[in-house]
């Protein structure tokens, strides 16, 4: 962050204000004077080296927050909304893209809000208010950069008292669920259960789980059925903070915050992060380790921002074969990667389909020049299969490379070395060279010329 200017008055003024500070008050405890941190909330000076760490050592501000906290998003996500044909013929370019979240940085976020709406407001036969409830739940676990620190905090506390009555994680949910609420768990075969997976079966007091779960998942049933019991007050609580407006989005919500409790069970906090820290986040040895499967890893991975013991900041999406997302978390990445709907084919996210089972790694860079180590791999999830097909994603984890130095992955690979160069998906790219293209960048001038063909079926105009 040093390298680069950053103008970031709005997430100065957001942090000033959470605190309830004037600029007076702030400026005295940053020692600098209240003019000059006028001209930072202002974007009208950029945030010093020295300036960051005083912020990071006064009000535990994490740097890397920054960008998730952009208004829309940041310059990129707003550009990829321009993108859209509705406003092609505007030809805004980015430096006016930089100026407006600077001069007017309210506006863009109202702009960034209504646009979205705007776009799922098309959708018919209540698909427009399944996808709002999906973005808004989302949006909140992004507000939370994907960590609960109460939620992690009573499941380490449970997590210690189960470890003391048996080391078998699951035998130990299951007898305090048999002595402490009555509750038997009963494996029941496949075509008694042909479509559901988990079942609570009050009048009989039993938790049902069908036999198709490996260990893995018959583990987080039982640690999930656990948190609808004992984390249920902790959960409320954030549901009713998080103010979500419709009941489908509520219960998307609670269904989230619950599984976030279950995985910390598995995953206690401390321990995981220490596991982390010791195997260079080896993500076969945490599999094995905490009895996990790679998914519940890799999303784990995300929610480590502790206040005092943070871990890296991963991002991670799963897509299917089609190159659609159903799960998307940045945590503190402040990764684009994460945002656009659209992926770029030369990321190996895709390729991982053609290696089931095994680890891709890649080195990326994107347009604006941040580079990215991503590891990719393809999961099943649990579940009988349908004829002759069986459900198939590939889970994509990311880190910033310049923080990816001391990863067990990154072994014999050199970091500052060749990346390959993509983008968020060809509407929102604008490299011109790229064999791989599939339409023009939106908003660009396409040029044709009939006594030359270049590498790339679409040649387009700049900015």
Excluded at 72 to 92: K, M, S, T, V, Y
Excluded at 211 to 229: C, G, K, V, W
Excluded at 232 to 238: S, V, Y
């Amino acid at each position: 962050m040093a390298e680069r200017k950053i103008l970031a008055g709005h997430a100065v003024r957001r942090l000033r204000r959470r605190e309830g500070l004037t600029q007076a008050a702030m400026a005295e405890m940053l020692a600098i004077s209240p003019s000059y941190l006028n001209l930072v909330e202002k974007n009208q000076r950029p945030l010093s080296a020295a300036l960051l760490v005083k912020l990071a050592e006064t009000f535990d501000f994490d740097p890397r927050a920054l960008a998730a906290g952009e208004p829309g998003g940041g310059a990129a996500a707003i550009r990829r909304r321009l993108a859209d044909p509705l406003f092609a013929d505007l030809e805004i370019d980015r430096n006016e893209v930089e100026e407006w979240l600077a001069g007017a940085p309210g506006g863009a976020e109202a702009f960034a809000r209504a646009f979205d709406r705007m776009g799922l407001a098309t959708g018919t036969d209540g698909t427009a208010a399944a996808a709002d409830s999906i973005a808004e739940v989302r949006r909140e676990i992004e507000r939370w950069r994907g960590h609960f620190a109460d939620l992690d905090a009573v499941a380490e506390t449970l997590a210690d008292e189960l470890r003391l009555g048996a080391g078998d994680l699951y035998g130990a949910i299951a007898e305090r669920l048999r002595v402490k609420h009555q509750l038997t768990i009963r494996i029941l075969p496949v075509d008694v259960m042909p479509d559901l997976l988990r079942r609570t079966d009050l009048h009989a007091r039993q938790l049902q789980l069908s036999e198709t779960l490996d260990p893995a998942s018959r583990t987080f049933a039982a640690a999930y059925q656990l948190a609808q019991i004992e984390a249920r007050e902790d959960i409320e609580a954030l549901v009713r903070g998080a103010g979500i407006g419709d009941r489908a989005g509520e219960r998307l919500y609670r269904r989230y915050l619950t599984s976030y409790f279950a995985a910390a069970v598995m995953m206690p906090y401390a321990r995981f992060l220490r596991a982390c820290e010791a195997t260079g986040y080896d993500l076969e040895l945490l599999q094995r380790r905490f009895g996990a499967g790679f998914e519940q890893v890799a999303h784990r991975l995300t929610t480590l921002q502790r206040v005092g013991a943070r871990g890296l900041p991963f991002f991670m999406v799963r897509i299917d074969r089609a190159g659609q997302a159903s799960k998307r978390f940045s945590g503190a990445s402040a990764s684009p990667m994460t945002e656009s709907d659209s992926r770029c084919p030369l990321w190996r996210v895709h390729h991982a389909f053609d290696r089931p089972g095994e680890l891709t790694v890649q080195l990326v860079e994107l347009e604006d020049g941040a580079r990215w180590l991503t590891l990719s791999r393809t999961v099943t999830p649990q579940g009988r299969q349908y004829g002759s097909v069986r459900a198939q994603f590939a889970v994509g984890l990311g880190l910033a490379a310049d923080l990816a130095t001391g990863l067990a992955a990154v072994r014999g690979i050199d970091l500052k070395g060749e990346a390959t160069p993509i983008g968020l998906g060809c509407r929102a790219c604008g490299r011109s060279a790229c064999p791989q293209r599939s339409a023009p960048p939106a908003g660009r001038a396409l040029l044709i010329n009939e006594r030359e063909r270049g590498v790339s079926a679409f040649t387009f105009g700049g900015d």
